[in-house]
């Protein structure tokens, strides 16, 4: 029994007392708070650079195909090949620079069934892209690439030209 009325015995709720699991000795106040944000920035910073380099990598898909689109739609206006190549790779240039790509990281190839100047004939263009890692491209010396995005068009060359 307590000696007195303000010493009360500790209470027991299934076999622990009030006291059990409680450290005396040293404050641990805020290190929760501290935990988490560490634990929080730690999973987040993969989550993003993930979420950055899919877009970047989309970015570069939707790039491809319009420089193979304009590439192609280019080609078949010229009645010369010197001068359709020429205006095909600066339609690549423009479209892949446009959605905020290197230029250099973009390779044009153009194929033709018959003959390329010739009246009905499929001109196929097909443009390849390599896409760099968000952040690290900015390292100079540094090129790791994502993936290489490729996408192709075709387009009829015209009866008159």
Same mark, same amino acid.
């Given at each position: 029994?307590?000696?007195?009325?303000?010493?009360?015995?500790?209470?027991?709720?299934?076999?622990?007392?009030?006291?059990?699991?409680?450290?005396? *000795?040293?404050?641990?106040?805020?290190?929760?708070?501290?935990?988490?944000?560490?634990?929080?920035?730690?999973?987040?910073?993969?989550?993003?650079?993930?979420?950055?380099?899919?877009?970047?990598?989309?970015?570069? +898909?939707?790039?491809?195909? *319009?420089?193979?689109?304009?590439?192609?739609?280019?080609?078949?206006?010229?009645?010369?090949?010197?001068?359709?190549?020429?205006?095909?790779?600066?339609?690549?240039?423009?479209?892949?620079?446009?959605?905020?790509?290197?230029?250099? +990281?973009?390779?044009?190839?153009?194929?033709?069934?018959?003959?390329?100047?010739?009246?009905?004939?499929?001109?196929?263009?097909?443009?390849?892209?390599?896409?760099?890692?968000?952040?690290?491209?900015?390292?100079? *010396?540094?090129?790791?690439? +994502?993936?290489?995005?490729?996408?192709?068009?075709?387009?009829?060359? *015209?009866?008159?030209?």
């Amino acid at each position: 029994m307590p000696s007195s009325p303000d010493e009360h015995p500790p209470r027991s709720v299934g076999g622990l007392t009030a006291t059990d699991g409680l450290t005396t *000795g040293g404050s641990e106040e805020g290190s929760a708070i501290v935990e988490f944000i560490f634990l929080a920035v730690l999973l987040m910073v993969p989550v993003i650079y993930l979420i950055l380099t899919v877009g970047q990598v989309q970015g570069g +898909a939707y790039a491809a195909v *319009g420089a193979a689109d304009q590439a192609a739609k280019v080609f078949v206006l010229h009645k010369d090949l010197p001068s359709a190549q020429q205006s095909a790779e600066q339609a690549v240039r423009l479209a892949v620079q446009d959605m905020g790509f290197d230029p250099d +990281a973009a390779t044009l190839s153009i194929s033709c069934d018959p003959g390329c100047s010739t009246a009905g004939a499929i001109v196929r263009a097909r443009v390849q892209l390599r896409v760099e890692l968000p952040v690290v491209g900015a390292v100079p *010396g540094v090129n790791l690439t +994502a993936a290489t995005v490729d996408s192709s068009a075709m387009q009829k060359v *015209g009866r008159f030209k």
